[in-house]
Structures are given as structure tokens and as C-alpha cells.
């Protein structure tokens, strides 16, 4: 019965379909007419150069303000989303899917040589529709990579701000809540604010467009804590499982926020400052180079990858405030440690590749990676 009444919610109803229609349209016009910074992606290897328009805090910002008149309004349930989470998972599912597919053929038809648009086909249809044919596909002037990723930030902040107007009407937003909904906030809001450092990330200037990324975009990054914690007939983890946690353990899930938070933004932000300005300081020194191309300082210096630490310690922080009680939490954390790995060895076979004796000596330099001394 109870395996029932969840696969019942995850049909989807014209409803929720309308809903993931408006918040998709919304974007694509806000995205496009509204004032931001124009920033030059990564020079690519037919001399060609993207430019993004980085106006995706104040696409946010708008958003939750109409959507507080719509609630000031009573034109709409601050809940909403909270209350069809499970028909926008399957109905967001199914537009990855379909979307995944549409590019993969469309991909398949493109006979254009730049680097954006020329189709990379193995001739296995499993690898290029998982991984995508082509490096940065656009719809009517809008770069879908870039686009789906704000959407899948936006649209967790969203949820989370729905989830805690559940929490607020049961009562139950407690410490443990304040913490998942500050820590989750204040990553997204960072994430918009250093939007521009996007476009210098690997899977903007060198992952083709599949439905890995579509999928991680659009469904595993907004909606991974949701199906974690539901428990059937009943709603969100921390709704239903009042968690109190110890001062001493509060503290100490702060202090992984801010360690993660200060691992993983300072080195995106050394790794964007090298690229568009390969003799600019770091830490107060010149930086070390190796063969012009690869920063070996900063973090950099530390571990390869050590951006991946970051990534590991938030998400760590994220499932912390529902405390041990239960491993379901941790589902995310463990999940992106598996996910980071297996990245990580793609990466270095990669740069292995790209660099060749370059890589070697930045390997001999920096023998860790991820964790410094350990891996």
C-alpha cells in the first residue's frame, strides 16, 4: 500500500506540468532581457569565444519577490512545490529525458564545424546519448548548458523555501532545519553571485551536453534531498523526524560549512583569476606555473582537484542537521563522493592526454588528490 501511494504521486498532472512550464519559461525570459554582466567564456579550439550573460541573481531575486506577491495575493500556496514534489520529479524526469534525446538527434543532423556545434559521434548510442554529441547546443539564442544549470540551482532554493513554509505550519522548524535551510541558501545565493566563475568550469568549457549533465542539472541537483526524505504517506525528513541537535554538534556543522565553503570557493575562484589573468597574485604571491599552462600555488598547490574537498564537505554539511540517527541523510554526500571520484580519474585522463609531460611534472609536484596527504 504504501509503495503505492508513492508511485501514485509520481504521476504527473497537467498541474505540475504547467508549473515546470511556467519556471522554465520564466527563466529563458529573464535570462534574456534582464541586465547582467557579459562575460567571455574560455577561448575554444576553433579560436571562437561564447559570452554569458551572468544575470542569474537578479532572475532569482525577482522571482521570489513575484512569488511573494503571488502568495501575498492568495493566488498561490507558498507549499506548492512542497506539496507536488514528487509529480515534479517524474514530470522534470521525463522533460531530462525527453530534452536529452532531442539533442542527441538533433546532434546527429548538425553539420556545422565550430567547436560549439560539431556533433562528436562515437557511433554508440548508450555513450553519446549519456555523455551528448555536441559541446554547447543553443535553443532560440539561449547556451542550454548554462541555462540548465541556473535552472537546477533555482529550483532547489525554491524547493527548500517551500519545504520551510511546511515546516513553519507544522511547527517544526526547529534548529536542525535553520541550519539545512541557512548552509542550502546561502550556497545557491553564493553561487549566482559568483556566477561568472561558471563559465570557466569543466563541464561549461569541455563536457558535451547529455543526459548526464541534463539530468544532474535538472533533476539531481534540485531534487536529490526530496525522494531521500519522504517517508510514505508522510512529508520531508526533517518534517516528520524532529531532529534537537547539541550545541556542541550545531557548532560543529558550521564549522564543515565553512571549511567546505572555503575550500570550494577559493579554489574556483584561484582557478578563474588564473585563467583570465595567469600572473595575478594568489595568497599573496606570484603564482607557480608549470609549462605556462597549469597553476601548481594556492590550493592548487595542495591537492589536484582539491575543489572536489569543498564540493564534499557541503554536501556533508547539508545532511548533518538531520543528525546520525538514520543513514538515509547521507544518501547525497555518499552519492557525490562515488559521482567526484569517478570524475576525478576522468579528469585525469584528460589532462593526461591534453597536457602530456606537462601533466606528468604538475603530478610529480602534486602527488595528492582531493585530500591533501591521504589520497
Same mark, same amino acid.
Given at each position: ?146 541555462? #540548465? ?6 529550483? =532547489? !532554493? *525554491?524547493? $527548500?523555501?517551500?519545504? %520551510?513554509? +511546511? ?61 531521500? #526524505? ?6 520531508? =525528513? !526533517? *518534517?516528520? $523526524?524532529?531532529?534537537? %541537535?547539541? +550545541? ?71 545532511? *548533518? ?55
Amino acid at each position: 500500500m504504501e509503495v503505492e501511494a508513492i508511485l501514485a504521486g509520481l504521476i504527473p498532472s497537467w498541474s505540475s506540468v504547467v508549473l515546470l512550464s511556467c519556471y522554465l519559461g520564466y527563466l529563458a525570459v529573464a535570462g534574456s532581457v534582464l541586465p547582467g554582466k557579459i562575460v567571455p567564456g574560455a577561448l575554444l579550439s576553433d579560436g571562437s569565444r561564447l559570452h554569458y550573460r551572468c544575470n542569474g541573481l537578479a532572475s532569482l531575486l525577482l522571482l521570489v519577490a513575484l512569488l511573494e506577491i503571488g502568495i501575498y495575493m492568495k493566488l498561490m500556496s507558498a507549499m506548492v512545490i512542497a506539496d507536488k514534489g514528487l509529480e515534479l520529479l517524474s514530470v522534470t524526469f521525463i522533460f531530462s529525458l525527453f530534452v536529452s534525446l532531442v539533442l542527441y538527434a538533433a546532434g546527429l543532423k548538425s553539420r556545422s564545424q565550430s567547436s560549439s556545434l560539431k556533433p562528436h559521434v562515437t557511433g554508440d548510442f548508450i555513450h553519446d546519448w549519456w555523455f551528448g554529441v555536441q559541446l554547447n547546443p543553443h535553443f532560440l539564442g539561449i547556451d542550454l548548458k548554462f541555462f #540548465f544549470v541556473r535552472a537546477g540551482m533555482m529550483g =532547489w !532554493l *525554491l524547493i $527548500n523555501l517551500s519545504l %520551510l513554509a +511546511k515546516n513553519c505550519e507544522a511547527g517544526t522548524a526547529n534548529l536542525s532545519v535553520i541550519l539545512y535551510q541557512l548552509f542550502c541558501t546561502l550556497y545557491v545565493l553564493d553561487y549566482f553571485f559568483y556566477e561568472e566563475f561558471m563559465t570557466s568550469t569543466w563541464d561549461i568549457i569541455a563536457e558535451k551536453l547529455g543526459f548526464m549533465l541534463v539530468f544532474g542539472d535538472l533533476v539531481f541537483i534540485p531534487f536529490t534531498f526530496m525522494p531521500l #526524505f519522504i517517508e510514505p504517506f508522510q512529508g520531508w =525528513w !526533517l *518534517l516528520k $523526524n524532529k531532529v534537537e %541537535l547539541t +550545541k556542541a554538534a550545531a557548532v560543529a556543522n558550521c564549522l564543515v560549512f565553512l571549511v567546505g565553503y572555503r575550500v570550494f570557493r577559493g579554489a574556483n575562484k584561484q582557478k578563474h583569476i588564473f585563467k583570465k589573468d595567469p600572473k595575478a597574485p594568489l595568497w599573496g604571491k606570484p603564482p607557480k606555473v608549470i609549462g605556462g599552462k597549469l597553476l601548481a600555488s594556492g590550493y592548487w598547490g595542495i591537492a589536484r582537484h582539491c575543489n572536489y574537498l569543498g564540493d564534499l564537505l557541503l554536501a556533508l554539511s547539508f545532511s *548533518l542537521p538531520c543528525g546520525i540517527s538514520s543513514a538515509i541523510p547521507y544518501f547525497y554526500p555518499t552519492y557525490l563522493l562515488i559521482l567526484l571520484i569517478w570524475r576525478e580519474r576522468r579528469d585525469e585522463a584528460r589532462c593526461s592526454q591534453k597536457y602530456k609531460e606537462i601533466w606528468a611534472e604538475y603530478c610529480q609536484l602534486v602527488p595528492w588528490r582531493i585530500l591533501p596527504y591521504v589520497y
